[in-house]
């Protein structure tokens, strides 16, 4: 019970069709196409710098020192 069937999507589909036409549906799917491509290049661009910056701050020497108290008289 209150589930939506296929006849109901078919009515809603042809109503949002009706009321924006099929040429701006199709620009507004090609926009929405574009921006998830963008955000899935600038996340994949994101992971390669941070791993590039890890290999680069792994592949330093690592100095060990110790400071002591010197006592003066």
């Not at 078919?10 to 199709?26: C, N, P, Q, R």
């Not at 926009?31 to 791993?51: N, W």
């Amino acid at each position: 019970m209150g589930g939506i069937g296929i006849w109901q999507l078919l009515i809603i589909l042809l109503i949002v069709v009706m009321l924006f036409g099929t040429k701006k549906l199709k620009n507004l799917g090609s926009d929405l196409g574009g921006a998830l491509k963008g955000f899935k290049t600038a996340i994949k661009d994101d992971d390669a710098d941070e791993d590039e910056e890890e290999t680069e701050e792994g592949s330093g020497e690592t100095i060990d020192s110790t400071a002591e108290k010197v006592e003066t008289k």
